[in-house]
């Protein structure tokens, strides 16, 4: 007799940081079925491979937070757990995995309601709220940092890391690294994660001829919302608003300039690549803080407050560490520490242990 697969829905939505980690799971679940759910009109619509069949619910306005407190958040949500529902008997799923955000919410509900087993992936060290409030409702919460587990009393946590993309996974993408940079000058790498970073670009934009004549490069990751980025031209300034590989790059740079997003981190840890972090001041509950301070802790990367970083501090600190190989050497090392490159089989074990039967 042929084994039915088990049916699994992954709710996960809006931006990389909570997309990679599920794709880079659903990669490692060859023998379950899969299908997502997400929201119209967002990140996932153009990232979820094809494979995977994309339910999407109309949720809109509910990412203000778990406060009933408004008749139309009221029955949104009422209309968004209904609707998972649907879904979750329609399909016959038998279980749940998210990685946070406002769709985790209503997900979580309408699993509960029909006593399915669910997983949480929650990448933060600092849990957001939908993570804290929903963590003890779940069968496992997976943590991508262990200090998460103190925020989470009531939960089952098990830390296993963030996953990343593949490409991480597998050095020889290195080959593959299309840009026109010399072998052997320093590379300096900027990226603000998925969403970009319009503020760290404008003071990178300052900095970097300080940089240019001491025979670095700069490869600049501005994302789509910068109306500056095309402003500097230099022969060894590399302007893109995204680069596929991520994984070749950063394990070629010298030194990175980035926000401290959880899935930036993981990746910065994997490849072992030295960091100077500038935390995003906006995220909800300075939550990018709390993870810059696990990489600060360890000796893996510098923070700055966005509201200190002057043009001169920035300038020379950079300047200090492209002087000061045995720093980044050993930056890289302590980075490459923190790192869990089995991550996403770590997942994919838990998942298959809570919801394998």
């Not at 946070?100 to 006593?115: D, E, K, M, Q």
């Not at 409702?137 to 993309?165: D, E, M, N, Q």
């Not at 300047?319 to 980044?328: C, I, T, W």
Request: hydrophobic residues 45%; proline residues 6%; aromatic residues 8%.
């Amino acid at each position: 007799m042929t084994k039915v697969p088990i049916k699994l829905l992954i709710a996960a939505s809006g931006t990389g940081g909570h997309l990679f980690p599920a794709i880079a799971l659903a990669e490692k679940l060859q023998e379950y079925k899969i299908e997502w759910l997400g929201v119209p009109n967002r990140l996932e619509t153009q990232l979820v491979p094809e494979q995977y069949p994309l339910n999407t619910i109309a949720i809109e306005g509910f990412q203000q937070g778990l406060s009933l407190s408004s008749v139309p958040i009221l029955f949104k949500l009422i209309a968004s757990i209904l609707a998972v529902r649907r879904i979750l008997k329609q399909g016959n799923f038998q279980g749940i995995f998210t990685t946070g955000g406002y769709i985790a919410g209503p997900t979580v509900i309408a699993a509960r309601s029909l006593g399915l087993p669910i997983v949480f992936h929650e990448s933060n060290a600092l849990p957001g709220k939908v993570t804290r409030f929903f963590g003890p409702w779940c069968s496992a919460v997976a943590v991508g940092f262990a200090i998460a587990s103190k925020y989470l009393p009531g939960a089952k946590t098990v830390c296993v890391g963030t996953p990343v993309r593949s490409q991480f996974l597998h050095p020889a993408v290195d080959n593959a690294l299309d840009l026109l940079i010399p072998n052997g000058v320093p590379l300096i790498v900027v990226f603000g994660g998925s969403q970009g970073a319009v503020a760290v670009n404008k003071l990178v934009r300052q900095s970097a001829q300080a940089w240019f004549d001491a025979g670095a490069y700069v490869v600049h990751l501005t994302g789509d919302n910068d109306p500056e980025a095309e402003s500097l031209q230099h022969p060894q300034y590399i302007v893109l608003p995204f680069y596929d590989n991520m994984a070749a790059l950063l394990r070629r740079a010298n030194l990175a300039i980035s926000r401290s997003g959880a899935g930036s981190l993981t990746e910065l840890a994997v490849c072992g690549t030295p960091a100077i972090l500038i935390p995003y001041p906006f995220a909800a509950e300075d939550h990018q803080s709390y993870n810059a301070a696990v990489f600060t802790e360890v000796g893996a990367a510098l923070t700055f407050k966005q509201s200190e970083l002057t043009l001169e501090i920035l300038q020379q600190r950079v300047l200090d560490l492209l002087q000061s190989p045995a720093q980044l050497a050993k930056m890289g090392e302590n980075a490459k520490a923190i790192g869990v490159p089995d991550s996403a089989d770590q997942l994919a074990a838990l998942v298959r242990e809570v919801i394998g039967r």
